[in-house]
């Protein structure tokens, strides 16, 4: 399918990272004017350069998702740089090596770690979602992209603040799709499964990422790009007639039983 972007203003959280940078450089592919936010100012700047001397209309910007303030000027800078918006990626998560080694079940969750991991995760993306209808809505028009994950789908004996953070986010999407579809704006959210993005990879143990791979149905573990094209496809035009959906992104982890690998190895010898 071809579709295009040209002209759309879309701002990504997370802009900088493994997943979010795959979806800026995608949507500037497809003709997108992009604001590339992420706390770490000094990459995202690197990134606004790269897709700039491609010949895209790019911006970096930092955002604390934690500091409501952070968030608000996230989107009057767009504003006045663009003069409208047309879309977001909520993509920025509370997910770093050390946050992972710390999220773990909830006999063991520790009060600061769980209220840090959804005033990130969850509050952080409800205020830029509620920024972004205050523009979108008298525009009468705009797509919202939320990053959920795989993870709110099912139990895991780990990262139970993650998990129950994004099935908070799923909630939320459908929430904003029902009171916004008439007027125009149009709210899904993406469910990756684990993705190779560099920091995957690097901190990863070698014996999980084979049982992931194992579980996975497809031969390969996805990488960011098979994630930004399904949020560039749900920002576009041709996907007019999507709202209120939760699309898991993740090789088919998220619809078998654990465990079917080696069941089918046993049935098949």
Request: net charge negative.
């Amino acid at each position: 399918m071809s579709y295009t972007l040209d002209g759309k203003v879309s701002i990504v959280t997370g802009g900088a990272g493994g997943i979010g940078s795959a979806v800026c450089r995608i949507l500037a592919s497809h003709g997108a004017r992009l604001m590339v936010a992420d706390i770490d100012l000094g990459r995202a700047e690197t990134l606004a350069t790269e897709l700039r001397d491609t010949g895209a209309e790019a911006e970096a910007i930092h955002v604390d998702l934690g500091d409501e303030s952070s968030v608000k000027a996230m989107f009057s800078t767009t504003l006045a740089r663009y003069g409208r918006l047309d879309a977001i990626n909520n993509n920025a998560a509370l997910l770093t090596p050390e946050m992972a080694q710390r999220d773990l079940d909830i006999e063991h969750m520790a009060t600061e770690d769980w209220d840090d991991t959804f005033r990130i995760n969850t509050r952080g993306t409800m205020i830029a979602c509620r920024e972004a209808l205050k523009i979108m809505t008298p525009q009468g028009a705009g797509a919202i992209v939320n990053t959920a994950s795989n993870l709110a789908l099912q139990g895991n004996v780990i990262q139970a603040a993650y998990s129950a953070s994004k099935a908070a986010i799923i909630q939320m999407t459908r929430s904003i799709a029902t009171s916004h579809g008439k007027r125009g704006i149009r709210c899904n959210a993406v469910l990756p499964g684990l993705t190779g993005t560099p920091s995957a990879l690097a901190h990863l143990p070698q014996e999980l990422r084979e049982t992931v791979e194992e579980e996975t149905l497809t031969p390969f573990l996805g990488a960011p790009a098979d994630i930004a094209h399904l949020v560039a496809f749900l920002i576009s035009d041709e996907a007019r007639y999507i709202t209120g959906q939760a699309m898991a992104a993740d090789g088919g982890t998220s619809t078998h039983i654990p465990g079917y690998a080696r069941l089918q190895r046993f049935f098949q010898g």
